[in-house]
Nanobody, 123 residues
Framework: QVHLVESGGGLVQSGGSLRLSCTASGVTACISIVSWYRQAPGKQRELVARLTSSGITDYADSVKGRFTISRNNTKSVYPLLLEMNSLKPEDTAVYSC???????????????WGQGTLVTVSS
């Protein structure tokens, strides 16, 4: 069982920066994709950025050029980072990391979510 924990959220002024981190415990070898999602008050959860096991990244249009998803360890995808620059009030949300695996070989499919970390951007 994989367990994810996010950190790094907080209050920042518009135009500021934050770096979120997601650490994992458990067997992570089967994970094929890792992502950051966010959910603003009263809105549906949305994908912010994702990173595949082959190194391909993908971003929501609203964060392209401002956010960067990366891994801080060449031997492991964790800790997974999300660098957030030029933050806007509309970026205010609970940010959660997600890990996904597909059924392949010895791996069984799963989806795991962290508990989330709150990012608040003041105007």
């Amino acid at each position: 069982q994989v367990h994810l924990v996010e950190s790094g959220g907080g209050l920042v002024q518009s135009g500021g920066s934050l770096r979120l981190s997601c650490t994992a415990s458990g067997v992570t070898a089967c994970i094929s994709i890792v992502s950051w999602y966010r959910q603003a008050p009263g809105k549906q959860r949305e994908l912010v950025a994702r990173l595949t096991s082959s190194g391909i990244t993908d971003y929501a249009d609203s964060v392209k050029g401002r956010f960067t998803i990366s891994r801080n360890n060449t031997k492991s995808v964790y800790p997974l980072l999300l660098e957030m620059n030029s933050l806007k009030p509309e970026d205010t949300a609970v940010y959660s990391c997600h890990a996904g695996a597909v059924t392949f070989g010895l791996c069984n499919a799963f989806d795991v979510w962290g508990q989330g970390t709150l990012v608040t951007v003041s105007s």
